[in-house]
C-alpha cells in the first residue's frame, strides 16, 4: 500500500523554485529516505508533505487521501520531529508530551497512558517532572520523539533528529527507529550523516537545487556509479590547483573540492591516474595522500552532486 504519493510537485518562492516538479512513492511499512546538501529543498519538501505550507503546483495524496481536502484527518495520522527543537523549555517532559497529545485530540486515562508509554519508549519515564531546560541536547532531541509519536502515528517524518548530539544519543535515537518501523509506522527520514541513511533506510531520494536526481535502494544507488571511481588526492594547497585543466583531462567526469583534498570523479574504462598526476604535478604542489575511494553512499552522492552531504 502507497502511504505517500507525490506527483509534480512544485513549491515556487517568487522567482525561487524550491521544489522543482518532485514525484515520488513511499510504500507502507518503509524507511524512506531523503537525503541532499543545505539548500536543496528537503525541508520544503517535508513541509509540504506535512501540510504546513502549500504547494504551488502538483498533488500530494496520504493513506490515498489528497491532502488539501482532508488535511485535518490526515495530520492526525503523521507525527512531525523537526529539525529545531519544538519544545516548552519550561514544561516539564510529561507536560510537553501532554501538550501535544491533547492538539491530536486524546483525553482523559487515553491521554495519560499514551503520555507514559511514548516517555517511557524513549527512555524518559523517569524524568516525566523534570523541565526540559534541565535537559540534555540528547534527551531534547528523545523527547521531540516521544511529543511526536504520542497519538500513534501511521507515519513520523523526522527531520534531521540527530543534529548535534553525542554518539550515545544518535545510537539510542537510530535505536528508536528501527523498533518504531517494526511496529509498523512508516518513517520519512532526512539526515546529514550518510552512515545513519546507509543503516536505516530501506529505500533512498537524492535532491539536488530542489528535484530528485536519484531514488532507489542503497544497492541499486551504488550500482549507478559502478562505472565510476572516485579519486582522492591530498595536495598541500588546494588553491593552487587548476580544476579546469583536471575537468579537460579525458575519462574525468567531475572535480570538487574538500578541505586539502582534490576529488575527482572518472570513468572506469579510461586510465588516466598518470595525467592526473602529471596535472597536480606541474602545479608544484606536494601530493600528501593519493587513494580511491569504496563506493559508499557518499561516494555516490559525490559523484551525482558534485558536493558533499553537508554542503
Do not use: W
Amino acid at each position: 500500500m502507497k502511504v505517500v504519493e507525490i506527483k509534480d510537485l512544485v513549491k515556487k518562492y517568487d522567482t525561487t523554485i524550491a521544489v522543482d516538479n518532485i514525484n515520488l512513492s513511499i510504500e507502507e511499512g518503509e524507511i524512506y529516505g531523503i537525503l541532499g546538501p543545505n539548500g536543496a529543498g528537503k525541508s520544503t519538501t517535508i513541509s509540504l508533505i506535512c501540510s504546513l505550507l502549500n504547494p504551488s503546483f502538483g498533488e500530494i495524496k496520504i493513506l490515498g487521501e489528497d491532502i488539501r481536502k482532508k488535511s485535518i484527518s490526515i495530520k492526525r495520522n503523521i507525527g512531525l520531529v523537526p529539525q529545531n527543537i519544538a519544545l516548552y523549555r519550561n514544561f516539564t517532559a510529561y507536560e510537553n508530551v501532554k501538550f501535544f497529545g491533547e492538539l491530536y485530540g486524546l483525553r482523559g486515562q487515553e491521554l495519560s497512558e499514551a503520555i507514559d508509554e511514548a516517555l517511557e519508549f524513549t527512555g524518559l519515564l523517569e524524568f516525566k517532572k523534570k523541565k526540559a531546560e534541565e535537559f540534555s541536547g540528547g534527551m531534547l532531541r528523545r523527547l521531540n520523539i516521544a511529543c511526536a509519536i504520542v497519538h500513534n502515528p501511521k507515519i513520523l517524518i523526522m527531520d534531521e533528529p540527530t543534529v548535534g548530539i553525542d554518539p550515545q544519543s544518535r545510537n539510542n535515537i537510530m535505536q528508536a527507529v528501527k523498533e518504531l518501523n517494526r511496529k509498523g509506522v512508516t518513517i520519512i527520514y532526512t539526515t546529514h550523516y550518510m552512515e545513519e541513511a546507509e543503516n536505516l533506510c530501506s529505500k533512498i531520494a537524492i535532491i539536488d537545487n530542489g528535484k530528485i536526481i536519484v531514488e532507489g535502494t542503497k544497492e541499486e544507488l551504488k550500482d549507478m556509479v559502478s562505472d565510476k571511481r572516485i579519486l582522492n588526492i591530498g595536495v598541500d594547497n588546494v588553491y593552487k590547483v587548476n580544476i579546469e585543466n583536471l575537468r579537460n583531462i579525458e575519462g574525468v567526469i567531475g572535480v570538487s573540492i574538500d578541505e586539502g583534498n582534490v576529488i575527482i570523479t572518472s570513468s572506469k574504462e579510461v586510465n588516466n591516474l598518470s595525467k592526473l598526476i602529471k596535472e597536480i604535478s606541474e602545479e608544484e604542489l606536494k601530493i600528501n595522500d593519493l587513494r580511491f575511494k569504496e563506493i559508499t553512499l557518499e561516494t555516490v552522492f559525490l559523484s551525482l552532486t558534485g558536493k558533499k552531504l553537508r554542503d
